[in-house]
């Protein structure tokens, strides 16, 4: 049964940076980070913390799925 890592907000800011998302702002412990696909700007909000809690990273997961395939993205998020 495939099992969530372990991330910090670091980790999700360096894997999302594979897919084109850069850092635009912060403002306290979140950064924001967004991409331009075509003339649509995607934009992630991400808790910059030592360690994120299993719901958040899956909502995390959930939102970047938006503009990333799943089956992309899970390697990243899941061991199995």
């Known amino acids: 049964m495939?099992?969530?890592?372990?991330?910090?907000?670091s980790?999700?800011?360096?894997?999302?940076?594979?897919f084109g998302f850069t850092i635009k702002s912060q403002k306290g412990s979140?950064?924001?980070?967004?991409?331009?696909?075509?003339?649509?700007?995607?934009?992630?909000?991400?808790p910059h913390?030592?360690?994120l809690?299993?719901?958040?990273?899956?909502?995390i997961f959930?939102?970047?799925?938006r503009f990333i395939s799943e089956s992309t993205l899970y390697p990243h998020f899941y061991s199995e």
């Open 2 to 9: 495939p099992k969530l890592k372990t991330l910090s907000g």
């Open 11 to 18: 980790d999700i800011i360096k894997i999302l940076a594979i």
């Open 30 to 46: 979140h950064v924001k980070l967004s991409r331009t696909d075509g003339n649509i700007e995607q934009i992630l909000t991400i």
């Open 49 to 51: 913390h030592k360690e």
């Open 53 to 59: 809690d299993k719901g958040t990273l899956k909502a």
């Open 62 to 65: 959930r939102q970047a799925s």
